[in-house]
């Protein structure tokens, strides 16, 4: 088995945005899966803030477009907010809103999101590559369990997901959470 041995000295840095946005989303029945910054906007010169949402019933293109306004209009307003000063460096610059389902390509933060996709397939990428597998950083397989980080064991970013390899070698790799840059279900349609 595979393993990624980097040390791990603190649980995950929870990021500002989204320890605004959890709780709003939560008041209206959706929960925040992910946030993500990409390159600019086509044609545009500032960058797009994209923020997946999700819930129980699934989320349609009609619950993206009702909550887009409200996510933009909370966030202009904590710009502006002393108690959120840790938001308003990461806002100031302008940035393009984008409301999004999961989709097809799932992204998966949290333990519990590899946790309730157990027996899917994923790719995930890391931040640092795998020294004991040749330096790699890109994973594909299937998921086949997770576990708590003993250090961390309430954080739901900390801890430990396997995968099984493609190729029916049975082969685990066991990745930490912490060293995922990116992860998605994939689509075996």
């Known amino acids: 088995m595979q393993t990624s041995n980097a040390p791990q000295e603190t649980g995950h840095a929870r990021d500002p945005l989204e320890s605004f946005l959890e709780p709003l989303l939560g008041s209206m029945g959706f929960d925040l899966l992910a946030i993500e910054w990409a390159g600019a906007s086509q044609g545009g010169s500032r960058k797009v803030l994209r923020v997946f949402i999700d819930c129980v019933a699934g989320v349609s293109v009609g619950d993206c477009a009702r909550m887009s306004p409200i996510i933009g209009n909370a ?25 999004s389902s999961p989709g097809l390509a799932r992204p998966l933060v949290r333990r519990s999101h590899f946790d309730r996709f157990l027996g899917r397939r994923a790719k995930v990428c890391l931040h640092p590559p795998l020294a004991v597998a040749g330096k790699q950083k890109i994973f594909h397989g299937y998921i086949r369990s997770t576990a708590v980080d003993p250090v961390f064991p309430t954080d739901d970013r900390a801890g430990y997901v396997e995968l099984e390899s493609l190729d029916g070698s049975g082969e685990l790799t066991r990745l930490r959470l912490s060293d995922v840059r990116r992860a998605n279900l994939v689509y075996e349609g």
Do not use: M, N, S
């Open 75 to 99: 966030l202009d307003a904590t710009e502006a907010d002393p108690g959120h000063a840790d938001c308003a460096p990461l806002l100031g610059a302008g940035y393009v809103l984008e409301v």
